[in-house]
Every structure is written in C-alpha cells, then in structure tokens.
C-alpha cells in the first residue's frame, strides 16, 4: 500500500491500531526520522529531561490501564531517564521504551551518539529488549514489546532503532492484535484457598497494587465483606486498591518484619493479593511471632518464587476474585462463611484542624486534613513526600475506588511531579492532586513546564521541611550521626513555577493553608503552592 511505503509509514499505521498515539518524549537528532511530517492524529508531550518523560508516561500509563510509548534520545537520553525505567519495574507501568540509535551505515566504526550494546543497557528492568536485525523488522519488534509490556506481569519494555530504518522500504504489514487478557488461577489451588476462608475465624487480606491496577477494587471490597475478612495496605503500596473510609480497613502495613508480623498476628489467616509478602524497607531483627498461614495471589512467578511461606495462585487479581467468589460458595455447601471477629477502624483518624508546633509553624498533618476537607470524592493524589507519608495516612483518607492514589513503587526521586502531570493528561475529567517534598520535587521540577505548556488542572502542594528529612530519619534510627548532605533550603519553588508557566503562591503561615489550598483547586491551569513546613517530622516507621 502506499500508506506503507516506508518503515515509518508501516509504523504509524501499526500505532494507531494498537493505540498508542500519544506518545511521551524528549527528541533528538537519532529520532528526527521517526518524527518528521508528524501526523495531525497523533499527540507529542514534550519534557524537558528524559527522567520527567518517562515519569509522565508512568503516570499516564498506571492512570489508563494501557501501555504508552516513550521516546528518548540515544544511550544519553535512556541513561538519563533510568532512575524512572526502574521505578516504571518496580510499579508495573507498561512503557514502550524506544530509543534512537546511531545509523546503522555508521556503528561499526562507533559514532558519535551510537549507543553501544544497547539493549543491554537498560537490563534487568526491562521485561524485554531489542534492536531489530534489520529495518523492515522494526514494526513486528513494536508489536512484540507492545505484548510483553501489558501482558501480566506489566513492565516496561525497550527497542533501540536505528536512525536510518525510518526511511528504508517497507516489508510486509505486520497485523495489530488484541492485548493479551488476564489469566485465571488453578481449580484446586483455588479450592484449597476456598476451604481455608470457609474454616476461618479471624481471616484477613492484604490488598496490594495489583489490584486497583487490574480495575478490581469493588471485588475485593466484596469478598471482604462476604468474609468478614480485615483489611490491610501492602507496605509501601504505590496505588490504594481498598477505600480507606471502609468499616472493615485495618490500616497499613509497615516495611519492616516484626510491625509486619505483629499486626498480622490477629489472624488466623492471610490471603496476600496483588502484592508480594512482603516488601520491607528497614531491618531491625527478626519478627517476634511467626506469621499466620498463608496465601499469596499473584500474577508474578517471582512473586510466588520468593514468598517464605504459604502456597501461591497465579492468577491477575481480577480474575482470581471473580473465580474465588464463586468457589467460596462451593466451599460453603449452602453454609454461610463464618465471619471475622476482626473489626477495622470506622475511619481513618481524619482531624480537620491539627495543631501546629509552638512557634506557629504549618504541619504536614493539618495540609492533609485540610485537603481532606476540601478534595472532590473521585479526585486522585499523587504522593512523594517519604518522611510524611504516614501523616497522609493518618488525615488524607483515599477513597476513590477507580486510580484515587500513586506514588513510586522504588523509592527512586523523581516520580510524583511528573507522574501527576502524565495522570491529568490521561483523566481529563478529574482533579489531581500532587503533594511533593521538596527534595523530591527537584528531582522532577521540569514537568511544571509541560504541566503549563499543556495546561493540565494539577494542584502541587510543595511540603518544603529544608531537608531530605526521611534520610535523615532512618539514617538516625540506625545509628548513624554527623550525616551530610541532607539539609536543604533556599529553594523559591514560586519563582522556579512561574518561570515555567504555572501560577504559584508561598504560603507560611497556618491560618493562610485552607484559603490557598481552595484558591489551588479552583483553578484550570496548574497551580503550585510552596508550603513551609515544620522541619521535624515524625518517625517514619
């Protein structure tokens, strides 16, 4: 046809049928090929660094439910945004890497922007990688990694392509298939978890970020009901996949063995879904008392692989749900499943107006129960504040039962400014929110330029304590003293917002935080406010 002419031309019409049409990137010479006479019916969102594209692409991608492609600059371009690939791993964000690559008529004598070795570069944190063995095999290779990365368990992906395939003649069409669907769990293994929640008496379940990333909060929700079973947060969850409003919510758990062990302890049994058990942060001893029975519900194999205890069900968590609801009644033989004796809180503990310090200075308690107060229901909240965020969970309550929260799934900074820019583009009909340290806000300060350029309605909420405080905080618990290079300070967040665009105001005083935080939400465009915050936060585990 001559629509596909070229291998560029093969390609688009390849993207438009799998969707990916709006594409994230930060362009260079390696990729002038591929975005010559670009097309009316795509979307390009420019960043102004490679980390900030892929973040936004995380964030667009978690937000939809569908894999996005990204476009970097050569070895440069992807090494810059490599912190973010990671984090990408880590959360499961389904990401079309594709970076330019010197000519091909070129790299045997390594050029100038050749990346050498290039699909090993990003390894291990790429599901798959690739550069194609010749040009007219560049559209079958985008169509395999657009299998790979949203096939379960999601990953980012990567293809290097050479800056001359672009142009070269074109091979044979290469048909778009469907998504790869989500996989059920094994009969009897179902069966046997089915038997051990019937027999149970004080059953409970931690609910990970594969659930709300599989669209099957309400399904937990049931089962939970239906159980009677209480209900955790996975520690360090990168996504809320149970409303934390819900009778039967327990709270969350922390990234250390023994909180982990003991708050577990009231259980007489486990069902893990959608996360591993479990992902610890800090060591401070084996737990105290062992861990009761078991399940751990994945769609991962290494999940499974390193779980210590307990048998494990592959099956993605929307379908392993659906297949346990109705195993459960099978398992009753018309006898109601006995219910739990475990009773969550009625509601997290929201305060509407925490008090400050001595001195009258703002607390990151009373920004989060003010924004409580003030957020729409379906709103969503990026977060990327490590030494608050138990502060989040303690006043700012995720309800939303549909992509209400995201934060990073590595702990590599950088994540949230961007991630809330790509999650408006992604919901244009909600309200997002991004409540930032300010440390990790410099990790991704450029996405205020795109968030202004494409004016997308986010609120940033810069908690600005002068320190890499959750540094410091762990870093102290562990005994170590004298550290350096964890005060910060002297950072005009206003000034920084406003030269790339966006509206910014500096709010320091306690009575100023409900009027700005309104003002913030009301506006079209995005809005950044600088909060000074006390310095002292509290312990992080």
């Known amino acids: 046809m001559a629509s596909d002419r070229t291998v560029r031309d093969a390609t688009r019409r390849l993207l438009r049928q799998l969707g990916l049409t709006t594409v994230f990137g930060n362009p260079g010479t390696t990729e002038v090929a591929f975005l010559t006479d670009w097309p009316d019916d795509f979307r390009y969102v420019l960043g102004l660094h490679e980390s900030v594209v892929v973040a936004m692409a995380d964030g667009y991608a978690q937000a939809t439910r569908r894999p996005v492609l990204v ?16 984090n990408a791993a880590r959360g499961h964000a389904p990401l079309i ?23 090993a570069f990003p390894r291990p944190y790429v599901k798959w990688s690739c550069e194609p063995a010749r040009p007219q095999d560049v559209p079958a290779a985008i169509a395999r990694a657009y299998h790979v990365a949203s096939q379960a368990p999601r990953g980012p992906v990567f293809i290097s392509v050479p800056a001359d395939d672009w142009d070269a003649e074109a091979g044979a069409p ?37 659930v709300d990333a599989d669209g099957a909060v309400a399904d937990l929700v049931a089962l939970a009901e239906r159980v009677g079973a209480g209900v955790w947060a996975a520690p360090v969850s990168p996504r809320c996949s149970f409303p934390e409003d819900h009778p039967l919510f327990l709270g969350f758990l922390d990234a250390e063995k023994r909180a982990t062990a003991a708050a577990l302890a009231r259980h007489d049994l486990v069902v893990v879904i959608g996360a591993p058990a479990f992902t610890y942060h800090v060591y401070r001893g084996e737990a105290e008392v062992p861990l009761p029975p078991l399940f751990v519900v994945s769609d991962d194999e290494q999940v499974l692989a390193r779980a ?48 400050g310090p001595a001195d009258g200075m703002i607390t990151a308690a009373e920004v989060y129960a003010t924004l409580a107060e003030l957020l729409p229901a379906d709103a969503i909240v ?6 608050h965020r138990s502060v989040l969970h303690d006043h700012l309550p995720i309800t939303a039962t549909d992509t209400g929260f995201l934060t990073t799934a590595s702990g590599a900074l950088g994540y949230g400014l961007p991630a809330a820019v790509g999650a408006a583009l992604a919901r244009p009909g909600r309200r997002v929110v991004a409540v930032l340290g300010d440390g990790s806000a410099m990790f991704g300060i450029q996405a205020l330029w795109t968030a202004a350029r494409e004016r997308t309605p ?33 950072l005009d967040f206003v000034a920084l917002a406003q030269g790339m665009g966006c509206a910014a105001r500096y709010v320091s005083e306690p009575a100023e935080v409900k009027g700005a935080l309104a003002a913030a939400l009301a506006d079209d465009r995005p809005h950044l406010l600088h909060v000074r915050t006390d310095p002292a936060p509290p312990r992080m585990y």
């Open 174 to 210: 290469v048909a778009a298939r469907p998504a790869i669907p989500g996989f059920g769990p094994d009969p009897a293994a179902l069966a046997a978890l089915a038997r051990a929640l019937h027999g149970s008496v004080r059953p409970g379940i931690v609910a990970g970020p594969g």
């Open 71 to 86: 476009n970097l600059h050569s070895a440069g371009g992807l090494g810059h945004g490599l912190g973010q690939v990671f």
């Open 458 to 490: 986010v609120t940033f909420v810069i908690l600005d304590n002068t320190r890499y405080a959750a540094v410091r905080l762990l870093g102290e618990a562990s005994g170590g003293t004298g550290i350096p290079g964890v005060d910060l300070g002297g």
């Open 382 to 387: 990026v977060e990327e504040t490590p030494s």
């Open 308 to 355: 210590d205890t307990g048998p494990g069900i592959r099956a993605t968590p929307l379908l392993a749900l659906r297949a346990l609801d109705e195993a459960l009644g099978s398992a009753a033989n018309g006898a109601p499943v006995r219910r739990a004796r475990v009773t969550g809180r009625a509601a997290p503990p929201v305060l509407a107006r925490p008090a």
């Open 97 to 119: 890497v594709m970076a330019g690559q010197q000519s091909r008529t070129l790299l045997r004598g390594d050029p100038f922007l050749g990346a050498t070795d290039a699909t």
